[in-house]
């Protein structure tokens, strides 16, 4: 189904079923011989949304691995690895060095408020739709589990005054704010990317930091390999009793690239490739010339302190 300007989605529809495949990708990471992290509420989160598919991903009974290859679930379940490491360790150096206040921007779920060792002070604000926010705190709920920090949740759509719903919640612009744009932008069209990444800015203190994933701008030529790629992991998927169209999810084409855009608005940015993070994390690295291995992970501190 072709985005629109007001469209909404749970956790089983739309993109609201990305954040079901993320989770399912975090399960099937931690169950690894040797995992890079250890997320124990991905896969109680994904049977209770109960998507079959996404429900055998977590735990580990797809079919066999070269036809989890052909469906692109080894190499999720790789990025996923090395993508939430990067967020966790990101969101504990900000702890480390004073910051009490967080904002996981489009949460989904994301269970950091559950799973990682904050401090006692610390408030985590967890925005997204409130469908998707009410699913995930009943959810857990019922698995008994409970926040590690001063958990506050902010059921708003980040496509209206989220930032209003957040001061509401508690937020305080005058203190430090360590914010997480996970596996968001490319869900965003060009200007409501500028959007976000302004209102981010206008609310973060001097010592805030910001943790993204994202992707320089494509040209044709890559956009129209990226939507066949996606097109076939699709048709694999489909096979196996899931339907969702990718291509149709995202906006690919021009736009500001995240790293000069937060620079040219007072942050100190730095930068690692996708395939570093996947080689420390000894796992497969991307060919040059596909598209995903141009994917970038930046941290950025506002106003040049560090």
Not at 136 to 165: I, S
Not at 186 to 213: F, H, K, M, N
């Amino acid at each position: 189904m072709t985005r629109t300007d007001n469209d909404t989605w749970d956790l089983a529809s739309s993109v609201g079923a990305t954040a079901t495949l993320v989770a399912a990708a975090r399960a099937a990471a931690s169950r690894e011989t040797e995992p890079l992290i250890d997320d124990p509420f991905a896969e109680p989160l994904v049977r209770a949304v109960g998507i079959e598919f996404f429900t055998k991903m977590a735990s580990g009974a797809l079919p066999a691995p070269d036809e989890q290859t052909a469906m692109g679930v080894t190499r999720m379940t790789d990025n996923m690895a090395v993508r939430t490491k990067f967020f966790d360790e990101f969101f504990v150096d900000a702890a480390e060095a004073g910051i009490r206040q967080v904002v996981i921007l489009a949460s989904g779920l994301d269970s950091r408020a559950y799973r990682l060792d904050w401090p006692a002070d610390m408030v985590v604000f967890e925005i997204d739709q409130p469908e998707v926010i009410a699913f995930k705190t009943q959810a857990l709920a019922a698995q008994g589990a409970a926040p590690t920090c001063d958990r506050r949740t902010v059921a708003m759509d980040l496509r209206f005054d989220w930032a209003t719903a957040l001061r509401e919640a508690g937020f305080d612009p005058q203190a430090p704010t360590a914010w997480s744009a996970e596996g968001l932008l490319g869900y965003l069209p060009p200007e409501a990317q500028d959007r976000l990444l302004d209102t981010v800015t206008e609310l973060s203190a001097p010592g805030s930091r910001i943790a993204i994933d994202t992707a320089p701008p494509s040209n044709p030529a890559e956009q129209e390999e990226s939507r066949e790629r996606m097109q076939e992991i699709s048709e694999q998927w489909s096979k196996n009793g899931f339907d969702l169209d990718f291509g149709s999810l995202v906006y690919l084409g021009e736009r500001n690239e995240a790293s000069e855009y937060l620079t040219g608005h007072g942050w100190q940015v730095d930068t690692a490739g996708v395939n570093d993070l996947l080689a420390a994390g000894q796992r497969g690295t991307f060919d040059d010339d596909e598209p995903m291995g141009k994917l970038y992970y930046l941290s950025a501190v506002y106003g040049g302190a560090r």
